[in-house]
């Protein structure tokens, strides 16, 4: 089976699991529940800190399905081309999924993808997810990722918050709800942080 056949199925199945009933996430106003978590930049793991990255100024929490499946490839490239310009803007960045730390240190490093640009976090048992409100889908036998591994873990609803210094959500975009495309969640998210970054309201 040819990859651009793997990547289509796998594009398909994802869509047909997330095309489930929204879900109640934080909205806007919220305190960002705080979490530390193990997470992977260029391959390598760390302990990842919301409270820590926030004293920097605000921080882009960005959950996604899964690495190394089509909209969340693009999403990944996105962030990664987009990065210097979240740095202007003071804002951290950090995808959250239910990968492993063995996948997103793979994902983490490669050069078509988050390309060691931001790191990004697992949350393998979706506790992080659950204290966002956003429900952890079950995994689903027989599905592939776009190198046709199999994907053993469940899915996290795509969903990005920009929290702000203060620790509340500024903004949140969810494609369940606001149908917004995976590349939009970027700069959608780099549009409010640069906003702030000005003064003006998000």
Do not use: W
Request: proline share 6%.
């Amino acid at each position: 089976m040819n990859k651009r056949l793997v990547v289509a199925m796998a594009a398909v199945a994802l869509g047909a699991l997330l095309a489930a009933p929204a879900y109640a996430m934080l909205k806007s106003g919220a305190a960002a529940p705080d979490f530390t978590a193990t997470a992977s930049q260029a391959g390598k793991d760390f302990t990842f800190s919301l409270k820590d990255a926030l004293k920097k100024g605000p921080v882009v929490v960005y959950f996604y399905p899964a690495a190394y499946t089509g909209g969340c490839d693009l999403e990944a490239h996105t962030f990664a081309t987009q990065k210097d310009k979240f740095d202007a803007a003071g804002a951290t960045i950090i995808g959250v999924s239910a990968d492993s730390i063995q996948r997103l240190n793979e994902f983490s490093s490669d050069p078509d993808f988050c390309a060691g640009k931001f790191p990004i976090a697992s949350d393998a048992d979706g506790r992080i997810a659950a204290s966002y409100d956003l429900k952890l889908i079950p995994p689903q036998p027989g599905l592939k990722d776009v190198r046709g591994q199999a994907i053993t873990h469940g899915f996290i609803p795509r969903t990005t918050f920009v929290i702000g210094r203060d620790g509340k959500v500024v903004s949140a975009l969810s494609s369940d709800e606001d149908h917004i495309k995976p590349d939009e969640h970027v700069t959608r998210a780099l549009a409010i942080v640069q906003r702030m970054q000005a003064g003006k309201s998000p």
